[in-house]
Antibody, heavy 127, light 107 residues
């Protein structure tokens, strides 16, 4: 079955950029009606959606982070990536990648839940 | 942006009890409401999608209902492995958003 695995530095300096990659195994990132997401969760707090990318490369971002976020996809490597610039301590969190499920009915795309998640990776912003 | 409000934020209950968690959206989201379970230190797990559809492999004691702005997750008979946090999520429009979570604890 499809599995996701996040990778990247666990410690980032303030004002630098955070870069994470999610590697998809057990299935092609290009197949099916899926959208690929990044979500984060500060310790002891709730979940925050960062954004999503489609295999086409189209993206949607959370406006709260939009000016600092870039999500990209590399279909040849079956990966998608997150870059968050100008980080501060407030960006310290567990970061998850997740597969979202959709379906197309007629001309309308319907978005359902996120059925496969990575294990998460903790990123600490500190000098 | 659509705000999702869950209640209660926490509850203490016993094995075998029936548990109901409510999620309200700040505007209509049709049926685009999902429920997740999260055990500390683990990734969320999808339980219910599109308001009332049980994700494959999830026990039938979990059920969801609702549409528009009000939704409910019900656990018919709480099992020891169900003590966890639960989150609702709307996928009606971006930015996708989660409720604040409900922590289900042992009484």
């Amino acid at each position: 079955q499809v599995q996701l695995l996040e990778s990247g530095p666990g410690l980032v300096m303030p004002s630098q950029s955070l870069s994470l990659t999610c590697t998809v195994s057990g299935g092609s990132i290009r197949r099916g009606n899926y959208y690929w997401n990044w979500i984060r969760q500060p310790a002891g707090k709730g979940l925050e959606w960062i954004g999503r990318v489609y295999s086409s490369g189209n993206t949607n971002y959370n406006p709260s982070l939009k000016s600092r976020v870039t999500i990209s996809v590399d279909t040849s490597k079956n990966q998608f990536s997150l870059r968050l610039s100008s980080v501060t301590a407030a960006d310290t969190a567990a970061y998850f990648c997740a597969r979202g499920v959709g379906s197309i009915l007629g001309t309308v795309y319907h978005y359902y839940g996120m059925d496969v998640w990575g294990q998460g990776t903790t990123v600490t912003v500190s000098s | 942006d659509i705000q999702m409000t869950q209640s209660p934020t926490s509850l203490s209950t016993s094995v075998g009890d029936r548990v109901t968690i409510t999620c309200r959206a700040s505007q209509s989201i049709s049926i685009y409401l999902n429920w997740y379970q999260q055990i500390p230190g683990k990734a969320p797990k999808l339980l219910i999608y599109a308001a009332s559809n049980l994700q494959r492999g999830v026990p039938s004691r979990f059920s969801g209902s609702g549409s528009g702005t009000e939704f409910t997750l019900t656990i018919s008979s709480l099992q020891p492995e169900d003590f966890a946090s639960y989150y609702c999520q709307q996928t009606y429009s971006t930015p996708l958003s989660f409720g604040g979570g409900t922590k289900v604890e042992i009484k």
